[in-house]
C-alpha cells in the first residue's frame, strides 16, 4: 500500500524567508508526485508535479519540489514567501499502475507572518 | 472557460437522511473523481468515472454510491448518513483517466 506523510501539521515563516515542506511517501512501485494548495474556502490547485525526467521541478508561483528516490522524498520549497501563500499545502501520490487514485498526505499549514 | 462547479455549497443533514452532491466537469472533461476531506486531513479518494463507467473506489462502505450522465456531469449519494459523514466532498475532472485532475470548490456537508 502506499502512504504520504508530511510531518509539519503547521509552519509559521515570516515574509520574505525562505520556506520548505516536507513530504516522505511509501510505495513498492513507481510513482507519480503532486503537490497542491487549497486556499479556505477552495478546492485544490496543482502546484507542480512529478511524473519523470528532472529530479527537480518547478511550479506556479514560485514553488519548487525536488525528487529523492533513494529517500523517497518530495519536498516543496520557495526562496522568498509573501503573505498570499498562506495556505494548506498538500502532498499527493498516485501509483503508476492501473487507477489514478491520489493518495493525499494530512496537509501542512503554511503561515506568512509580516 | 468555467471550472468544476460543484453544487450546493453547503448543506446540513440529519442523521439517517439521505444526500445528494452534483458536479459539472470542465467541458470537454469525460473523467469525473470524488474525494471526501474531514476537517484537519487530507482529501480521501471516493469514487472514479470515466465514461459513464466506475473505474476505480475507495475504501468506503457501500452507503457511497456515484453515477456519471452522458453529459458527464456526476452525481454521489450518501444513504442513511452518519455524523463522520460532515467533511468537505470534493469532485475533480480530467480529460481522461490519466490526466491532470481539475478541482472544485467543493460541498461542505454538515451531518445533526
Known amino acids: 500500500a502506499q502512504s504520504v506523510t508530511q510531518l509539519d501539521s503547521q509552519v509559521p515563516v515570516f515574509e520574505e524567508a525562505p520556506v520548505e515542506l516536507r513530504c516522505n511517501y511509501s510505495?513498492?512501485?513507481?510513482?507519480?508526485l503532486f503537490w497542491y494548495v487549497q486556499y479556505p474556502n477552495q478546492g485544490l490547485q496543482l502546484l507542480l508535479k512529478?511524473?519523470?525526467?528532472?529530479?527537480l521541478v518547478k511550479g506556479i508561483n514560485g514553488f519548487e519540489a525536488e525528487f529523492n528516490k533513494s529517500q523517497t522524498s518530495f519536498h516543496l520549497r520557495k526562496p522568498s514567501v509573501h503573505i498570499s501563500d498562506t495556505a494548506e499545502y498538500f502532498c499527493?501520490?498516485?501509483?503508476?499502475?492501473?487507477?489514478?487514485?491520489?493518495?493525499f498526505g494530512s496537509g501542512t499549514r503554511l503561515q506568512v507572518q509580516p | 472557460d468555467a471550472g468544476v462547479t460543484q453544487s450546493p455549497t453547503h448543506l446540513i443533514k440529519t442523521r439517517g437522511q439521505h444526500v445528494t452532491l452534483r458536479c459539472s466537469p470542465i467541458?470537454?472533461?469525460?473523467?469525473v473523481s470524488w474525494y471526501q476531506q474531514v476537517l484537519g486531513q487530507g482529501p480521501q479518494f471516493i469514487f472514479q468515472?470515466?465514461?459513464?463507467?466506475?473505474?476505480g473506489r475507495g475504501n468506503f462502505p457501500d452507503r457511497f454510491s456515484a453515477r456519471q450522465f452522458p453529459n458527464y456531469s456526476s452525481e454521489l449519494n450518501v444513504n442513511a448518513l452518519l455524523l463522520g459523514d460532515s467533511a468537505l466532498y470534493l469532485c475533480?475532472?480530467?480529460?481522461?483517466?490519466?490526466?491532470?485532475?481539475?478541482f472544485g470548490n467543493g460541498t461542505r456537508l454538515t451531518v445533526t
Open positions: 510505495s513498492s512501485v513507481s510513482v507519480y
Open positions: 467541458s470537454g472533461h469525460k473523467s
Open positions: 468515472y470515466y465514461e459513464k463507467e466506475e473505474r
Open positions: 512529478y511524473l519523470s525526467g528532472s529530479t
Open positions: 499527493a501520490v498516485i501509483m503508476d499502475t492501473g487507477r489514478r487514485a491520489l493518495t
Open positions: 475533480a475532472s480530467s480529460a481522461g483517466p490519466n490526466s491532470p485532475l481539475h
